[in-house]
């Protein structure tokens, strides 16, 4: 199994991030998958879901500014964040969800200036 997310950089608050998960060895359409955040000092997160069925779940600090998505022939998660907040500054990882995690990749590093 490998993850790798990518998409991360330095934006102003109130800016709009891309990010992908290519992942291998792990089948989008048997797997509930998840975004995953950790800000610095904090624990990691989970800040959206997308269900083996398509539904999604977000956690209210995110609901209606982010959106996850997937594309199962690609085998590649997105996670699209608009109305970026300083506090939306972490390493951001994909992983399984509701099942147990896999190993994790390296992230990528959402920095919002305010």
């Known amino acids: 199994v490998q993850l790798v997310e990518s998409g991360g950089g330095l934006v102003q608050a109130g800016g709009s991030l891309r990010l992908s998960c290519a992942a291998s060895g792990i089948a989008f359409n048997s797997n509930s998958m998840g975004w995953y955040r950790q800000a610095p000092g904090k624990q990691r997160e989970l800040v959206a879901g997308?269900?083996?069925?398509?539904?999604?779940y977000y956690v209210d600090s995110v609901k209606g500014r982010f959106t996850i998505s997937r594309d199962t022939a690609k085998n590649t998660l997105y996670l699209q964040m608009n109305s970026l907040k300083p506090e939306d500054t972490a390493v951001y990882y994909c992983?399984?969800?509701?099942?147990?995690?896999?190993?994790w990749g390296q992230g990528t590093l959402v920095t919002v200036s305010s």
């Open positions: 992983n399984k969800w509701l099942t147990m995690n896999t190993s």
């Open positions: 997308i269900y083996r069925s398509g539904s999604t």
